[in-house]
């Protein structure tokens, strides 16, 4: 199975500033087809996750454009290039490159300082 | 607009039976894969299972194999998931979710508690 490690689990974070949150994979993400099929939520406090990035890079419709995610093989990023306070909560990725089982990181918590 | 509506949730002792079911609407089920996820009430998220789009196809976690079953009608819009033997660590809120290019929306959830 793959096992996706976030870092850090604990992020605090001033107001206009950049936040960034790594999530590294076991393996390649790589598919049998060539994609890489990496995504990151957000879930704020009572609510259920929403969607920001899926294939790496590609924004969801709706996603304020200061989110974006990069990275490739076994090493991706989420970076918020100025938090807000909209932006607290827990920040998830999920792979389903290689299934089953779909797997999801432990999660980074977003609280602002 | 797409919505997923869970319901089913309740306590029920262990080694009980529940079925959840979800409600989709705004999109064209039978077009797309489906999941169920839980989360600990306070902790992350786990995949529990699987189907294809024409119910063919279903993948479960170990964690639940054997135990659970995941089903479909796509002529009422509907997902299941049948849950027998439950234990007290299949407590949880299971959502609903669809999949395209990954995991996309998600419904409200519903919980499910296992206790005497």
């Known amino acids: 199975d793959v096992v996706l490690t976030q870092s850090p689990l604990s992020l605090p974070v001033t107001l206009g500033q950049p936040a960034s949150i790594s999530c590294r994979s076991s393996q390649s993400l790589v598919a049998s087809d060539g994609t890489t099929y990496l995504c990151w939520f957000h879930q704020r406090p009572g609510q259920s996750p929403r969607r920001l990035i899926y294939k790496v890079s590609n924004r969801d419709s709706g996603v304020p454009d200061r989110f974006s995610g990069s990275g490739s093989g076994t090493d991706f990023t989420l970076k918020i290039s100025r938090v807000e306070a909209e932006d607290v909560g827990v920040y998830y990725c999920?792979?389903?490159?290689?299934?089953?089982?779909?797997?999801f990181g432990q999660g980074t918590k977003v609280e602002i300082k | 607009e797409v919505q997923l509506v869970e319901s089913g949730g309740d306590l029920v002792q262990p080694g009980g039976s529940l079925r959840l079911s979800c409600a989709a609407s705004g999109f064209t089920f039978s077009s797309y894969w489906m999941h169920w996820v839980r989360q600990d009430p306070g902790k992350g998220l786990e995949w529990v299972s699987h189907?294809?789009?024409?119910?063919?196809?279903?993948n479960y976690a170990d964690s639940v194999k054997g135990r659970f079953t995941i089903s479909r009608d796509n002529a009422k819009n509907t997902l299941s998931l049948q849950m027998n033997s439950l234990r007290a660590e299949d407590t949880a809120v299971y959502f609903c979710?669809?999949?395209?290019?990954?995991?996309?929306?998600w419904g409200q959830g519903t919980l499910v508690t296992v206790s005497s």
């Open positions: 979710v669809r999949e395209w290019w990954g995991i996309d929306y």
């Open positions: 999920m792979q389903n490159s290689h299934w089953p089982p779909w797997t």
């Open positions: 189907v294809n789009n024409d119910g063919s196809v279903t």
